[in-house]
């Protein structure tokens, strides 16, 4: 699958899971998500990633390495500064993770 441009990157008003939003060569509409596992807010927890494809309602349960790949391919298309820190955040997740 190739990505061919980033929708959004967003903190979800679920209590603060995020996401990446995108668009592949497959014409669906994608989200690496990271689910939030708790809401302290000083010290959130993530449940393991997974990638929903938003056009199908298909969801895939990825592991942290699969997570790390998929948001370094994410982040080479990410230019703005305020999305290039929410990615950045997540990889920091997905780090601990691994």
């Known amino acids: 699958m190739e990505i061919n441009q980033i929708l959004s990157v967003e903190k979800l008003r679920d209590g603060g899971s995020l996401i ?24 959130p927890k993530f449940k393991e990633p997974v990638l ?16 790390h790949a998929w948001l370094n391919r994410l982040a080479t298309f990410i230019n703005d500064s305020e999305d290039k820190e929410l990615v950045n955040r997540m ?3 997905v780090n601990e993770n691994t």
Request: aromatic content about 12%.
């Open 20 to 43: 990446v939003n995108f668009q592949s060569d497959d014409s669906c509409s994608y989200w690496l998500m990271l689910p939030i596992a708790n809401f302290e807010s000083e010290n």
């Open 52 to 67: 929903v494809n938003r056009t199908t309602s298909i969801e895939v349960d990825l592991s942290w390495s699969s997570a």
């Open 91 to 93: 990889l920091d997740i």
